[in-house]
T-cell receptor
Framework: KQEVTQIPAALSVPEGENLVLNCSFT??????LQWFRQDPGKGLTSLLL?????REQTSGRLNASLDKSSGRSTLYIAASQPGDSATYLC?????????FGIGTKLQVIP | DGGITQSPKYLFRKEGQNVTLSCEQN?????MYWYRQDPGQGLRLIYY???????QKGDIAEGYSVSREKKESFPLTVTSAQKNPTAFYLC????????????FGDGTRLSIL
């Protein structure tokens, strides 16, 4: 059974700092890994999708990496802003199933 | 703009009552999903459908029912058999196959009166 763990559970940083969020998974037989952002009381917004054959994806200030063999992914956020404050979730897709982590709650302090 | 619309945003259920949550997508996606989100837990899969007129139970299907009569629509009914229905419900879709990204609606928060 796939298990997804996100560390840390919460993170508070000053504005402008670069930061890394971690996601680990137990079963490396995945099709892809997706990073989402969730604002309070809202649905999930897709940030980046990495296919199992890829090593990383970039979008603006965000960079996600995937090391399938070790079961790890990181989301790097450069030059953080208060608007980045949200919960960040990772999700891994296996055969007919997507497994989600609980998320990392990020607060960026002005 | 293409997307997923969930309604209502807030819903209240009385004892013994069935309630239905709506999910509509105009993304032309084949696969649709219902998840439940509780504080401190990851999203848990209730039901999913990969094609019209077919759906499968997820990890926590007891007390819920769905239908998929149209590609665009995947309503979820929370029945009176679901004893702890208070949660945030999220609908998602993706193109069929295992490589496409999941897209989510804005969710419905269900509470007990």
């Amino acid at each position: 059974k796939q298990e997804v763990t996100q560390i840390p559970a919460a993170l508070s940083v000053p504005e402008g700092e670069n930061l890394v969020l971690n996601c680990s998974f137990t079963d490396s037989a995945i099709y892809n890994l997706q990073w989402f952002r969730q604002d309070p009381g809202k649905g999930l917004t897709s940030l980046l999708l990495i296919q199992s054959s890829q090593r990383e994806q970039t979008s603006g200030r965000l960079n996600a990496s995937l090391d399938k063999s070790s079961g790890r992914s990181t989301l790097y956020i450069a030059a953080s802003q208060p608007g980045d404050s949200a919960t960040y979730l990772c999700a891994v897709r296996g055969y007919q199933k997507v497994t989600f982590g609980i998320g990392t709650k990020l607060q960026v302090i002005p | 703009d293409g997307g997923i619309t969930q309604s209502p945003k807030y819903l209240f259920r009385k004892e013994g009552q069935n309630v239905t949550l709506s999910c509509e997508q105009n993304l032309n996606h084949d696969a649709m999903y219902w998840y439940r989100q509780d504080p401190g837990q990851g999203l848990r899969l209730i039901y999913y459908s990969q094609i019209v007129n077919d759906f499968q139970k997820g990890d926590i299907a007891e007390g819920y029912s769905v239908s998929r009569e149209k590609k665009e629509s995947f309503p979820l009914t929370v029945t009176s058999a679901q004893k702890n229905p208070t949660a945030f419900y999220l609908c998602a879709s993706n193109p069929n196959g295992d490589s496409g990204p999941q897209h989510f609606g804005d969710g419905t928060r269900l509470s007990i009166l």
